[in-house]
């Protein structure tokens, strides 16, 4: 409005000093002209007042986008760093995996040949059961039986078989079966032997110079491990002889059945695993 104003005034003074008189058609040509300039002066005012609306929007806009570039460049280096982190941990890991995995082949390659040698071990136990059973068929009815525990052969015979009641001594019928078991033994040279004297739970009474049931058990197991080797030429080396006493019956019963099964010598045969204690201790 001003401006409008100013122009006016500028005319008028024009007009004024030039001492004119102006004709009707001059005033409304000046009037016309003082209008138009009106109009335009409004229409640049309205395009300014746009303009700065527009800039203001466009400063905002723009202080949101530096804003948003800003928070995608800090995102992109922590995405980069968290990239860097994940190809250290994937090249350790795929490190890790390939140790792994050469760990593992040597694991399987060490599993089978223990696998072989127990394979091995199991074929020679049943093989010896089988050898032994058919060396020893005569005396199965005379309270002798051969089985497989834990991998070992286990031939079993009752103090009857062996010994007369309350001795130490091997009578004739126990003699006759284990020279039978020697015979198989002294042909199975990777066999290791323990004689093992197991007795009842009922007290040793008048004999001798056994004081218990540990002493008979021991005795028995020793006079049968001398039997062997001195009798039937049994390598030594071969043999241990131990007393169980009356601590690991077959039957727990009390009954004359149950005390007849506990008192016996069991000679546990078990192949020499030379082989695979090596393997072990690699």
Not at 110 to 130: F, G, S
Not at 207 to 218: E, F, P
């Amino acid at each position: 409005m001003k401006i409008k104003y100013l122009l006016f005034a500028l005319i008028v003074g024009v007009v004024l000093q030039s001492c004119v008189v102006m004709s009707p058609k001059k005033y409304k040509a000046l009037l016309a002209e003082r209008d138009s300039l009106s109009s335009r002066t409004l229409s640049l005012e309205g395009e300014r007042t746009r303009l700065q609306s527009d800039t203001a929007r466009l400063h905002h806009e723009i202080a949101e986008l530096k804003k948003n570039y800003n928070d995608l460049n800090e995102n992109y280096n922590v995405a980069n760093k968290n990239l860097g982190e994940l190809n250290n941990k994937l090249n350790s890991t795929s490190s890790r995996v390939s140790q792994l995995s050469g760990d593992l082949a040597k694991r399987e390659a060490r599993l089978k040949e223990v696998e072989d040698i127990l394979r091995k071990r199991d074929e020679a136990t049943n093989a010896l059961k089988e050898k032994l059973q058919k060396a020893l068929l005569g005396f199965t009815q005379n309270g002798l039986s051969v089985d497989i525990r834990n991998g070992k052969v286990y031939v079993s015979l009752t103090d009857k078989l062996l010994f007369p009641s309350g001795s130490i001594v091997i009578d004739e019928k126990g003699k006759q079966a284990l020279k039978q078991l020697a015979a198989v033994l002294n042909k199975e040279p990777d066999i290791n032997m323990a004689v093992e004297g197991h007795t009842d739970n009922k007290k040793v009474k008048n004999l001798g110079q056994i004081k218990d049931n540990w002493d008979l058990s021991v005795l028995r197991a020793t006079s049968v491990t001398r039997y062997l080797t001195e009798e039937e030429k049994i390598d030594p080396k071969r043999l241990t002889a131990t007393g169980k006493s009356e601590y690991q019956p077959i039957d727990n019963g009390n009954t004359p059945e149950a005390l007849a099964k506990n008192r016996r010598i069991e000679i546990v045969l078990s192949p020499k695993l030379d082989e695979l204690y090596n393997l072990i201790t690699k």
